[in-house]
């Protein structure tokens, strides 16, 4: 079993930074994907970013936070990062750690078996 928390969420101002970060636990996450979905009120949950290694390590982001959102991992201290630049009121979520044993498609979330309890982001205008 894994279990993900996140930490790092906040209030910050449009045009702000924030960096939410996920510790796993239990067992090794360095060969799963990792990634991060949100959940903003009233909505559906959204992918975000996810990294996944290959002899490289391979990033993919939706087309809204393109250029502005960072993903990152560090494998020795079992963790994922995402970093989140000139952030707007529409950022505005629940953010979730999410990591799959199984490769597929990152953006999809049926493919994460371990999920954290969630950050709460809001982007203040």
């Known amino acids: 079993q894994v279990q993900l928390v996140e930490s790092g969420g906040g209030l910050v101002q449009a045009g702000g930074s924030l960096r939410l970060s996920c510790a796993a636990s239990?067992?090794?996450?360095?060969?799963?994907?990792l990634g991060w979905f949100r959940q903003a009120p009233g909505k559906e949950r959204e992918f975000v970013a996810a990294?996944?290694?290959?002899?490289?390590?391979?990033?993919q982001y939706a087309d809204s936070v393109k250029g502005r959102f960072t993903i990152s991992r560090d494998n020795a201290k079992n963790a994922v990062y995402l970093q989140m630049n000139s952030l707007k009121p529409e950022d505005t979520a629940v953010y979730y750690c999410?990591?799959?044993?199984?490769?597929?498609?990152?953006?999809?979330?049926?493919?994460?078996?371990?999920w954290g309890q969630g950050t709460q982001v809001t982007v203040s205008s």
């Open positions: 999410a990591a799959s044993s199984t490769y597929g498609r990152p953006s999809s979330e049926v493919l994460y078996e371990y």
């Open positions: 239990g067992r090794s996450v360095s060969s799963y994907i």
């Open positions: 990294a996944w290694n290959g002899g490289n390590t391979y990033t």
